[in-house]
């Protein structure tokens, strides 16, 4: 099949559509983005790309990092940060509160905020925020393989300036003992690893060691079951309480952003980014959703389908 001919049908016939979703308009640099803005990239097993429409635009890409912090505090403290962090698919928005109160400050699953906020807790149990945001940032770019990709200083201040929701997180966490650190310097280092900027280009790239196995060209990022096990969290939580509704319709791992964009895994197969900043009510990419069915059903991609 002819891959960069059906991105850019996906793209043709996307780019007609009216209903997009709401742009995020929580920060001034996510609520001036273009709504009618759309990228999609797919690198597949042997090594070829395949982009149609804005996909080398880098983007806020929000969310999707907390895949990136989770493969990193998985490397740094393994399976003990299951004692701090559940991997059930939580059912709530990606600021939800709610459950922290019954489940004792242990959230949900890495991919929701109070998750990814004890996951950055943990990369700073060894680590000054500057070394962690450093980190993440030679993480991304070797995953990547490109060494242009940056954090936009802008979002990442405009995140401080009205992360209230988060600070309450952090703070109501830290009460039960579950962020160990300064409250402050977490949440600093959080809003740092949200505010990657990352084209679908660059993300579709630093998606290849969740296709491959935990491997890069060769390389090993993380072991093959770590691998299998974070497509499997992707799967079961990568868009908060959207998540069953995304395997019904895609049936593949994939972690959303408010900036619009989807990381989405094809096992052994492809790594895809998709990119249209309007979101649907969970705050997932709406076109981006659409795109990625798209695909799945004109390629057979999906992991219930049998090969
Ligand atoms: N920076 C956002 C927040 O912490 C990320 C949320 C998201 O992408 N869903 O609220």
């Known amino acids: 099949m002819d891959i960069t001919q059906l991105v850019q049908d996906i793209t ?17 640099p996510l609520a001036c983005i273009a709504p009618d803005k759309f990228g999609i990239a797919v690198v597949l097993d042997d ?13 806020s890409i929000q969310s999707i990092s907390k895949v990136f912090a989770l493969t990193l505090a998985l490397g740094s403290v393994g399976d003990q940060l299951w004692n701090r962090v559940g991997r059930e698919p939580s059912g709530s928005a990606f600021n939800s509160i709610v459950q922290l109160e019954s489940e004792h ?8 905020n109070a998750g990814a906020i004890v996951v950055t807790d943990v990369l700073l149990g060894h680590l000054e925020p500057r070394e962690a945001i450093g980190q993440m ?36 966490m830290r009460a039960f003992g579950n962020v160990h650190g300064d ?50 969290l ?10 069953g509704d995304f395997a019904y319709r895609i049936g593949l791992p994939g972690k959303s952003g408010v900036g619009g964009g989807i990381l ?44």
């Open 105 to 112: 400050g242990i959230p949900r699953n890495p991919f929701i």
């Open 234 to 243: 992707m799967m079961s939580c990568g868009h908060y309480d959207n998540s």
């Open 137 to 172: 940032l030679r993480f991304v770019r070797e995953l990547a393989g490109d060494d242009t990709i940056l954090i936009d200083e802008s979002v990442a201040r405009a995140e401080q300036e009205t992360g209230f929701t988060n600070m309450a997180l952090a703070n109501y």
């Open 12 to 28: 043709a016939r996307l780019r007609q559509e009216s209903e997009r979703g709401q742009v995020a308009d929580y920060i001034p």
């Open 47 to 59: 090594g070829s790309l395949h982009c149609a429409g804005d996909a080398d635009e880098p983007f």
């Open 183 to 232: 409250v402050a310097k977490v949440l600093g280092t959080y809003f740092h690893f949200c505010a990657l900027a990352m084209s679908c280009r660059q993300l579709a790239m630093a998606g290849r060691f969740l296709m491959d196995e935990g491997r890069v060209e060769g390389r090993r990022i993380v072991t093959g079951r770590r691998a299998r096990r974070i497509n499997a």
């Open 264 to 307: 989405c895994v094809a096992p052994g197969v492809a790594s895809i980014a998709v990119w249209s900043p309007g979101l649907n009510a969970s705050g997932n990419s709406h076109l981006g959703q659409r795109a990625l069915e798209m695909l799945v059903q004109r390629t057979g991609w999906s992991v219930f389908e049998a090969r």
